[in-house]
């Protein structure tokens, strides 16, 4: 280097000096380009051109919206094969008849924790251990967790969310986030918990703060979305589309609420690649494992300790302690407690709950639809609230649980305003 | 005197699509049901319909400069936009000619069922938007 710039004056100097002046550093620059850069005109390749359509919003905005349509499509697809095509057969037709007839002791404490309900014609219905946990972990969630996280790293590996980043940061930065927002996000559609620990990409504490509680109020996971598409397909999108309402809305809310700096970005876009299915494959696979080993002890524990509160009475002392509020502006019956106690131990199972408590009878959809949301805008779940604690310490975890509770109050009760207005 | 013919093409091929989006745009609007006619079904769905709308306007778009490559990408961002939609269709009928509603595996018959008409416009879209290979190889030489 200092050859270089030796050679560039003359090489008149003799002893290289240890700084170099501002000028010094100038002319090295573009001695140093002037040998490793190539220069002349360049020419667009097409995936320079298609590159430059998905950032731009006449042309991204479509082609985000054909991603998630085939997201979702892809997902639906999928999660349905395995869990309408064989699971669900498999696990009522077979497995719950052989294990309620087999296991000893029907209608016993151990009989309702592990086996649930011996007259219940599905495993939704059961919920015991053995049933609905085996049956809500590997038969409904699984498939719709592979599915998740195979599109997002796939689309990951393309090179599509970097730009989809570029695309939403208008829309972020009215809510004091950034583009880079949507990468926590979408993180938060397969699980909670890398979500929240994602939100370090953003570069404020305010920043970070809003996206944890955002996420933990707001975004339903991968697990809870497959057992409500299991449930209530046809209404699942204008769920997610409430939910998300809710989510602009807050965020807009709390900008303005909390002090703090929403600076600007850089965005490094690289070019679009065809992912590597090798990649693709280790990605997913541990994506998919560490949420097996976090979220099934998860279920079937969650199972066990809610069993207990039914079989102590716990449960039926909140739900009479709690009705008035739960008809009257929620507009759902109190039975609805025990899936929302489920809810902080797994939101997916306790959507589970709900579905069996829908197939008895207990609720009507409309009341199943509204207490879905609410069980999504409820209490984060238990993984989830370890996470807020250790992300953002115990003053942060408090105000993410009062931003939770305002939440849960005025978006479940407009939901019950709306189901009421739609006549569901 | 073939970028003139495939301008045309692609042309032709923007307007039909983009008559299809409007079409389902149209069929997914609340109140509404789905046609079918033959071999050609237009599902219900208001979010498909704008997919299709806008690939059938970027094709359009891209086809009257189809010798440029900015031309030629609009085109392909459009007939991408369109293999998404038709992608994800096929892999719906994949995936759900395989089982057989009772837990086990799907008679040929009920296998080759699942293949048959009636099929989505984006299905019958699909292979003459994939012309623009062509296009995108001689563009490329």
């Not at chain 1, 942060?396 to 939440?407: E, G, R, W, Y």
């Not at chain 2, 599902?43 to 094709?59: E, K, N, S, T, Y």
Request: charged content about 15%; aromatic content about 12%; proline content about 6%.
């Amino acid at each position: 280097m200092w050859e270089l710039l030796n050679r560039e004056r003359g090489g008149k100097r003799k002893m290289p000096r240890t700084s170099l002046s501002v000028d010094e550093r100038w002319k090295l620059i573009d001695s140093i380009s002037k040998q490793v850069v190539l220069r002349g005109k360049y020419k667009h390749t097409l995936k320079d051109v298609i590159s430059d359509l998905s950032v731009r919003p006449m042309t991204g905005i479509p082609l985000a919206l054909a991603v998630l349509f085939g997201f979702w499509a892809f997902f639906g697809a999928f999660a349905g094969f395995f869990t309408d095509g064989f699971a669900v057969p498999a696990f009522d037709d077979h497995f719950l008849p052989a294990i309620q007839r087999a296991f000893p002791g029907e209608g016993g404490p151990l009989y309702w924790i592990f086996v649930g309900d011996p007259g219940a014609p599905s495993c939704f219905e059961a919920f015991g251990v053995l049933t609905s946990g085996l049956f809500v972990a590997f038969g409904v969630v699984l498939p719709a967790i592979v599915a998740f996280y195979l599109v997002l790293t796939i689309l990951e590996d393309t090179g599509y969310l970097p730009r989809l980043a570029v695309l939403v940061d208008t829309v972020f930065h009215k809510i004091g986030l950034h583009g880079f927002a949507i990468v926590p996000t979408i993180l938060s559609l397969g699980c909670n918990v890398p979500a929240v620990a994602a939100s370090r990409v953003l570069e404020t504490k305010k920043q970070r703060f809003m996206m944890m509680s955002l996420l933990a109020v707001f975004i339903p996971c991968g697990a809870q979305i497959g057992v409500m598409e299991e449930l209530l397909p046809e209404y699942v999108p204008a769920i997610l589309a409430f939910l998300f309402f809710g989510y602009f809305v807050t965020g807009a809310v709390l900008s303005r609420l909390i002090p703090g700096r929403s600076p600007e970005i850089l965005i490094d876009v690289p070019p679009y690649r065809s992912p590597i299915m090798k990649n693709v494959a280790t990605k997913t696979w541990a994506r998919v494992s560490g949420f097996i080993k976090m979220a099934v002890p998860a279920v079937l524990g969650g199972i066990v300790v809610v069993n207990l509160l039914y079989l102590l009475g716990v449960i039926d002392w909140l739900a009479d302690a709690l009705e008035p509020i739960f008809v009257v502006w929620f507009g759902v019956p109190a039975v609805t407690v025990g899936a929302l106690v489920m809810a902080f131990l797994r939101k997916d199972m306790a959507v589970g709950m709900l579905g069996g408590m829908a197939a008895a009878g207990l609720l009507t959809t409309g009341e199943l639809i509204t207490s879905v949301v609410l069980v999504s805008i409820y209490f984060p779940c238990l993984a989830t609230f370890i996470m807020l604690w250790k992300e953002g310490g115990v003053r942060d975890l408090l105000k993410s649980l009062a931003i939770l509770t305002v939440s849960f109050f005025v978006f479940g009760g407009l939901m019950h305003g709306i189901v009421a207005l739609a006549g569901v | 005197m073939k970028f003139k013919l495939g301008s045309a093409y692609f042309a032709i091929l923007g307007v039909i699509t983009l008559a299809f989006g409007g079409l389902e745009v149209v069929t997914g609007l609340p109140g509404i049901e789905g046609l079918s006619t033959g071999a050609l079904e237009i599902p219900p769905d208001l979010w498909r319909g704008i997919i299709i709308f806008f690939a059938g306007a970027f094709i359009t778009a891209g086809a009257f400069k189809l010798r440029d490559i900015h031309g030629l990408g609009m085109s392909t961002f459009g007939s991408i936009m369109l293999w998404i939609i038709a992608g994800c269709d096929i892999f719906t009928r994949i995936m759900e000619s395989i089982p057989n509603g009772a837990g086990g595996l799907n008679s040929l018959e009920g296998f080759l069922a699942t293949y048959g008409p009636p099929y989505s416009p984006a299905l019958f879209l699909l292979p003459f938007s994939l012309v623009i290979f062509y296009f995108i190889k001689e563009v490329e030489k």
